[in-house]
C-alpha cells in the first residue's frame, strides 16, 4: 500500500516527504507513480512560490520489499529525481536549491543531520543533487 506526501514549510526551509510503502496492487503503483508523484510536484511549487526557501524532498523507502515493489519505488525516485534535475535547470541564477534525499528505515538520525545540512548555509552549494544514504544496494 502506499502513503502519501506531506509538505513541511517553514521559514527558510521546505521538507517535503513520502513514504511509498510496498506497492502491491496494479492501481498502487499507478497511484505511485503519478498520484504520489503529482503531489510532490505541487509540494515543490509550493517551495518555489514561497521564494527563498531551501527544499529537500524525502523519500523513505522500507525495507524488506518485494522485487515487483521494488522497482516500481525505484521508478518513483527516479521521477523525483528527473522532476528535481529539470525544476533547478529552469530556476533562476541564485533560487534556493533544491534536493532529493533517499533513506531506509532505521536511518533517521542520518536523515536528520543530512536534512539539516541541505537546508543550512554550509549546505547551500548543493542543487539537483540526489541524496541516497542507503548505501551499495545490489
Not at 41 to 48: A, F, K, Q
Not at 76 to 102: R, W
Not at 103 to 109: A, I, T
Amino acid at each position: 500500500m502506499t502513503d502519501g506526501v506531506s509538505v513541511r514549510v517553514s521559514e527558510g526551509a521546505t521538507v517535503i516527504v513520502a513514504e511509498p510503502g510496498e506497492p502491491e496492487t496494479q492501481e498502487e503503483r499507478a497511484g505511485l507513480l503519478v498520484d504520489r508523484l503529482f503531489e510532490i510536484v505541487e509540494g515543490l511549487n509550493r517551495s518555489v512560490a514561497a521564494k527563498d526557501t531551501r527544499t529537500v524532498v524525502d523519500v523513505r523507502i522500507a525495507d524488506g520489499l518485494s522485487d515487483a515493489a521494488r522497482v516500481n519505488v525505484a521508478a518513483f525516485v527516479a521521477a523525483i529525481k528527473g522532476t528535481i534535475q529539470a525544476l533547478t535547470l529552469e530556476l533562476p541564477v541564485g533560487a534556493p536549491n533544491v534536493n532529493l534525499l533517499v533513506s531506509g528505515s532505521g536511518q533517521d538520525g542520518d536523515r536528520e543531520r543530512t536534512t539539516r545540512y541541505l537546508l543550512s548555509e554550509d549546505g547551500g552549494y548543493s542543487a539537483g543533487t540526489a541524496y541516497d544514504l542507503r548505501g551499495p544496494r545490489a
